[in-house]
């Protein structure tokens, strides 16, 4: 009997999960839609995150009302961030194989290999941080940018549960259509969040 309750308890759970990453993916669709996709894109992006933040916190309400709250709240600075990220990263990503095809110097090259990993690895910060902290533009990508420096594991780690999302998505891609952004997005703010509450135990000891 004990082992029927768990089998119903963890459906139960199993079932809410679905429904709330169905939930998740409807909004961030509607809302990327709502800003015209280019300008929708990372403020709907940023509000996945604040919903599974605020989940993961125990500091959660209403997936809908927190959403459009955030949506609205961080519609200007996620977008700030998201193109900025975007920008860079595409412009070393452009150099790297400029570099690699034409000019081939080989101290340029890993130089750009090395300011490619700090621009990705500030990126994948960019939004917890935004979730966590009130803080300005700068402050921000300045933030974002310590936590990697500082957190290499949790980075590394970060990096492996986005493979193994992609993993679940080949094998099972009806993934993609019932939670394909929020599961994505699990991996990066659970493991910023252990960052992140790693790093302040830290200032508070020194």
């Not at 125990?58 to 959403?67: E, Q, R, V, Y």
């Not at 996620?78 to 990220?85: D, I, K, M, P, Y």
């Not at 970060?158 to 999302?165: A, Q, T, Y």
Request: with cysteine; aromatic share 16%.
């Amino acid at each position: 009997m004990k082992e029927m309750k768990g089998i119903i308890k963890g459906s139960y759970v199993l079932g809410q999960r679905i429904i709330d990453g169905l939930i998740l993916q409807f909004l961030f669709i509607v809302y990327t839609l709502r800003g015209g996709i280019v300008l929708g894109f990372f403020p709907a992006l940023a509000s996945v995150f604040q919903v599974i933040y605020l989940a993961l916190t125990h500091k959660g309400g209403k997936f809908k009302s927190t959403f459009q709250e955030s949506y609205k709240e961080n519609f200007r600075i996620s977008n700030q961030l998201g193109f900025t990220a975007l920008t860079v990263c595409l412009f070393l990503w452009v150099d790297l194989r400029i570099s690699g095809n034409y000019i081939q110097v080989p101290i340029l090259h890993y130089l750009l290999i090395l300011l490619f990993i700090l621009a990705l690895g500030t990126s994948l910060f960019l939004f917890p941080v935004v979730c966590r902290y009130s803080l300005t533009y700068v402050e921000y990508l300045r933030q974002a940018a310590i936590l990697f420096f500082t957190n290499l594991i949790e980075a590394i780690a970060i990096l492996v549960g986005v493979f193994l999302v992609v993993w679940l998505y080949v094998i099972f891609p009806i993934l993609l259509i019932i939670a394909g952004v929020p599961l994505l997005l699990f991996p990066i703010i659970w493991f910023a969040l252990q960052a992140m509450i790693k790093t302040e135990r830290k200032v508070e000891m020194s």
